[in-house]
């Protein structure tokens, strides 16, 4: 077994807010998000607290004989318990994250994603398996040419984030790791083979854009990426993509088992 990773924060002078981890029966990504003008205030801890926080919950119990649910839902309600008395976790902008996990055990490799994250897992005996929750990017879009011509920080540009923000963990809406552990009944799940296994891989959205944004390759080719250059050469070719295109940048993080 051999694990690899690159991350890159995509705002210069600004924490790095994706985490990820492996242990020897898996690996873990947790791509963090919430903060907007006032979180401060909402949570002092911050986006990356959180994200470090539940992916190492996370990965502390990923060996148990639990299901991947179930081992999500545990990690949620144990950091929103650190910091239930202090901060107010369920205000729409305090801190949430994407979750992806890969876990390899009992002759099967099983996937778990919540959020915009991705797990790729490349069999020997066809195209790879693709996981990936699209809700919250095609209601995120919807918002994008209401926000466009908005000035950053305003009282308008903060209605609709709000009001974004409000589709989030609602019918309806999309799914995230925040406060409430009942999410996990959202994800996307599944399972095949380990002896079909020849590549397994987590990624946040900034990472996976080099195949859903840029369209610079597919699943099957991003996979090959990381078997031959690995990780990095990811996160490279898609900082390359944002600048060619003037796409901002956005916290990027891949991490692959071979």
């Given at each position: 077994m051999r694990v690899t990773m690159a991350t890159d924060a995509g705002h210069p002078g600004r924490t790095n807010?994706?985490?990820?981890?492996?242990?020897?029966?898996?690996?873990?990504?947790?791509?963090?998000?919430g903060g907007i003008s006032g979180a401060g205030e909402v949570c002092h801890h911050g986006i990356a607290w959180y994200a470090t926080r539940l992916g190492g919950a996370l990965l502390g119990v990923l060996s148990e004989d639990r299901s991947l649910r179930d081992v999500l839902a545990e990690g949620i309600e144990?950091?929103?318990?650190?910091?239930?008395?202090?901060?107010?976790?369920?205000?729409?902008?305090?801190?949430?994250?994407?979750?992806?996990m890969l876990r390899f055990s009992g002759g099967t490799v099983e996937h778990l994603?919540?959020?915009?994250?991705?797990?790729?897992?490349?069999?020997?005996?066809?195209?790879?398996?693709?996981?990936?929750?699209?809700?919250?990017?095609?209601?995120?879009?919807?918002?994008?040419?209401?926000?466009?011509?908005?000035?950053?920080?305003?009282?308008?540009?903060?209605?609709?984030?709000?009001?974004?923000r409000a589709r989030r963990n609602s019918p309806g809406g999309f799914w995230v790791a925040k406060d409430d552990p009942r999410v996990v009944d959202e994800a996307v799940t599944g399972e095949c083979p380990a002896d079909d296994v020849r590549t397994a891989a987590l990624l946040s959205n900034g990472a996976s854009r080099l195949v859903d944004t840029f369209g610079l390759t597919d699943w099957p080719g991003l996979l090959r990426l990381l078997e031959t250059d690995g990780p990095a050469e990811v996160v490279r070719r898609v900082r390359e993509a944002e600048a060619r295109d003037g796409v901002a940048t956005d916290d990027a993080t891949a991490i692959c088992r071979t």
């Open positions: 807010e994706d985490f990820a981890g492996a242990v020897p029966c898996g690996m873990v990504l947790v791509d963090g998000a144990r950091v929103t318990d650190q910091h239930r008395d202090t901060c107010d976790v369920t205000h729409p902008i305090s801190p949430f994250a994407a979750v992806a994603v919540l959020g915009d994250a991705v797990a790729l897992v490349g069999r020997a005996s066809g195209g790879p398996v693709v996981a990936h929750d699209p809700r919250e990017v095609v209601i995120a879009r919807s918002f994008e040419e209401r926000l466009k011509d908005v000035p950053e920080g305003g009282d308008e540009y903060r209605r609709l984030f709000m009001e974004l």
